[in-house]
């Protein structure tokens, strides 16, 4: 089981642990026209899942903008994903304010498929602990990274280097 602090408080995160070989489970989530997203449209894919709490702190917008930023250079087969329990109408301001371009930005506030599905909901605060997945274009987990410390960053480079060695 994952062991994760928020604030440096521990919190319960239900669910089950993804596994880098596993098949990676599908979820629905909510786009910021409200329409609902899944894993499934975007088979055939890299993906990147970005999972991040908040969009509206420090370390989750700082995140958010690094892949963005990373994107472009990722190529036409991957897609960069970050989910998060902020509102679809939070996400689309945020996306606004900061001229987002290269990532997707959901939601999973309504009925938190992916934090279930990905073992990343945080019980006692009803949002997503910050992790990064990779899901190769055949739907298999080839990279996880739960971080330990909610208010950590992820390691960025580790996680590029994973979607690039599926690309190349």
């Excluded at 689309?92 to 290269?102: D, I, L, S, V, Y």
């Excluded at 073992?119 to 990274?145: C, H, N, P």
């Amino acid at each position: 089981m994952v062991q994760v602090t928020f604030k440096q408080n521990p919190v319960t995160l239900p669910g089950k642990e993804v596994q880098v070989g596993e098949q990676a489970p599908n979820f629905t989530v909510l786009a910021n026209d409200l329409s609902s997203v899944s894993l499934e449209d975007t088979a055939g894919k890299v993906r990147l899942i970005s999972v991040v709490p908040s969009l509206d702190t420090g370390v989750c917008s700082l995140q958010s903008k690094r892949f963005d930023q990373e994107a472009a250079s990722l190529g036409d087969n991957v897609e960069v994903l970050t989910v998060s329990a902020d509102l679809p109408f939070a996400q689309k301001r945020w996306a606004e304010e900061n001229g987002t371009k290269g990532i997707a930005l959901l939601s999973d506030h309504r009925d938190l498929s992916f934090g279930e599905a990905y073992g990343t909901t945080m019980q006692e605060l009803r949002l997503l602990a910050r992790s990064i997945f990779v899901i190769d274009d055949k739907d298999q987990v080839a990279y996880v990274e739960y971080v330990p410390e909610g208010t950590d960053h992820p390691n960025y480079d580790k996680a590029i280097e994973a979607v690039k060695a599926l690309t190349n």
